[in-house]
């Protein structure tokens, strides 16, 4: 089955600047990879996602960048601030299949 | 996105008791998922309940333990059974969007087991 491996597990940044957080599949048949945040006591929450036939996808200060050769992507936040600070999780899958999650980062940015 | 309503938000239970987790959505899916979120960890799949036959068992999760139910297409329901303390996690319940790819949670439910 698929295989989603994550990292940084946590990361710190100051208030402006960028975060990187990146991930990589196993199963080569993955076409879609979404990218969750989520709150303390909070359900996770979808914020952008990609599909293997494009190789990058930007909303405002976030962008996800795939390599589908090499069977990575990452999560690009620009200009972060305090309310970015959460626990990001990336995922695989298939159309209609299970999503397989990745391990998590917790992202912390400092004021 | 899907509207998922799941109840209760939260409940401290004894061992060896079992709690049954209600998960309604407001649109007919075919499939719904049910995740656990240990503290700290992410989410791994229990099972994947599709309405009119047996739910799909993930490595390490068993129906004696986890049986599901999913008597109609907006509805399921999660139970834990004979509970431990290392039950103790958040259990989601999530459907995808109609074009079969964006996933959408449930509120969750807290579950502590003393």
């Known amino acids: 089955g698929e295989n989603v491996e994550q990292h940084p597990s946590t990361l710190s940044v100051q208030e402006g600047d960028s975060a990187v957080i990146k991930c990589t599949y196993s199963d080569s048949a993955s076409n879609y990879f979404p990218w969750y945040k989520q709150e303390l006591g909070k359900r996770p929450q979808l914020i952008i996602d990609i599909r293997s036939n494009v190789g990058e996808k930007k909303d405002q200060r976030i962008a996800v960048t795939l390599n589908k050769t090499a069977k990575h992507f990452s999560l690009h936040i620009t200009e972060t601030q305090p309310e970015d600070s959460a626990v990001y999780f990336c995922?695989?899958?298939?159309?209609?299949?299970?999503?397989?999650f990745g391990t998590g980062t917790k992202l912390q940015v400092i004021p | 996105s899907a509207v998922i309503s799941q109840k209760p938000s939260r409940d401290i239970c004894q061992r060896g008791t079992s709690l049954t987790i209600q998960c309604q959505v407001d649109?007919?899916?075919?499939?719904m998922f049910w995740y656990r979120q240990q503290p700290g960890q992410s989410l791994t799949l229990i099972a994947t309940?599709?309405?009119?036959?047996?739910?799909?068992?993930e490595s390490g999760f068993v129906i004696d333990k986890f049986p599901i139910s999913r008597p109609n297409l907006t509805f399921s329901t999660l139970t834990v059974s004979n509970m431990s303390p290392e039950d103790s996690s958040i259990y989601l319940c999530s459907v995808r969007d109609r074009g079969g790819e964006k996933l959408f949670f449930g509120s969750g439910t807290q579950l502590s087991v003393l």
């Open positions: 309940a599709n309405q009119g036959s047996e739910a799909t068992y």
């Open positions: 995922a695989a899958s298939t159309s209609y299949q299970k999503v397989t």
């Open positions: 649109s007919q899916v075919t499939m």
